[in-house]
């Protein structure tokens, strides 16, 4: 069966967001090649409704394994229920997220099926006349962009970055078809299981996940100055992002950093400043509802991306516009 896959996410029997943009990414491809999309879906305590919704999202058939022995990730368990699946079902290509679990899983798939993997993609493609994924990847740090394919093995299989497309919307009339599988006893690996899961919270920063980004880049001259867009983000309850240049010169940490060569991003509001656009760095935030862009440099790349974009000193107008919301949140109270 040449059809396409995505691999689903799960937690506590709720969807990761990261599933519906992988059905966005496998629509395009499955019909460019006139073919079925296919949600694969391990976990446990799923209900009816939530596997649905990867019909609604774009998938035309759901692959599900319901066991409380996949539950939690155990990489070992994952990739051998996988690489059963695929050995049976023979898709074309597969999709799955360049998530930590992600990234975990599909190496150890790759190798058990003899086939290539490329990861962290931010473009694919289905080529003219071969049907090869065409997948595209920053490569050298993020200075060019590599385009893969893998001609001599199936399936073809790459991870996908994260916030690099949006899900397509909710279609409640779409139909498709969730086909129940039973987990094999011989592919849950007995050595390894879960015994507890411990965050960092105090170094954590999901700037994936946050609705507001605040970012300052090479133009924000020194760490210090990163206090006003502090002051800002605090205004949108937001978080603080930089581009690679601010982040080399040790202004804020790498989980901060936003382009190819660090999170891709999508809030509801992205605000730069003293940012140029790095086509990297636009790369990186092109998903985002509404940008802002602050730079005095009116040719500066940033402004071809904005949704609105201030032309001036941002030591001038980020003091202004925090003054401003101070102002208003008084008026509010």
């Not at 609604?56 to 368990?77: C, H, K, S």
């Not at 073809?156 to 129940?180: C, F, N, Y």
Request: charged share 25%; net charge negative; proline share 4%.
């Amino acid at each position: 069966m040449s059809y396409v896959w995505t691999i689903a996410e799960q937690s506590k029997g709720k969807l990761r967001e990261v599933s519906f943009e992988l059905l966005s990414r496998g629509r395009k491809l499955a019909d460019k090649m006139d073919t079925k999309l296919c949600s694969v879906l391990l976990g446990s305590n799923v209900s009816d409704e939530t596997l649905q919704e990867l019909i609604y999202r774009g998938a035309d058939e759901v692959y599900f394994i319901d066991d409380p022995q996949l539950e939690n990730f155990i990489v070992e368990t994952h990739s051998n229920v996988l690489s059963d699946l695929i050995k049976t079902y023979h898709p074309h290509s597969i999709l799955a997220a360049a998530t930590s679990s992600g990234r975990t899983l599909m190496p150890y798939v790759a190798i058990q099926v003899s086939t290539g993997l490329t990861a962290d993609c931010t473009e694919l493609d289905i080529e003219e006349g071969t049907n090869h994924l065409l997948q595209t990847r920053p490569a050298i740090g993020g200075n060019i962009m590599a385009t893969i394919k893998t001609p001599s093995h199936n399936p073809q299989m790459a991870t996908v970055r994260p916030k690099s497309s949006r899900p397509l919307p909710l279609d409640t009339s779409r139909e498709g078809k969730i086909i129940r599988l039973v987990l094999k006893d011989e592919l849950v690996d007995h050595r390894v299981k879960m015994v507890g899961f411990r965050k960092d919270v105090e170094e954590f920063v999901n700037i994936e996940e946050a609705e507001v980004v605040i970012a300052g880049g090479k133009g924000m001259k020194k760490q210090e100055n990163f206090a006003l867009l502090r002051d800002l983000a605090k205004h949108f309850d937001g978080v603080l992002g930089a581009s690679r240049d601010a982040v080399d010169r040790g202004w804020l940490p790498y989980p901060h950093q936003i382009g190819l060569s660090g999170k891709t991003i999508s809030p509801k509001l992205y605000i730069c400043a003293g940012i140029s656009g790095s086509i990297q760095h636009l790369a990186g935030i092109k998903t985002s509802e509404y940008i802002v862009a602050i730079n005095q440099d009116q040719d500066a790349n940033i402004f071809q991306l904005a949704d609105f974009g201030i032309v001036g000193n941002l030591f001038e107008v980020i003091p202004k516009i925090n003054a401003r919301l101070e102002a208003y949140k008084k008026e509010a109270k």
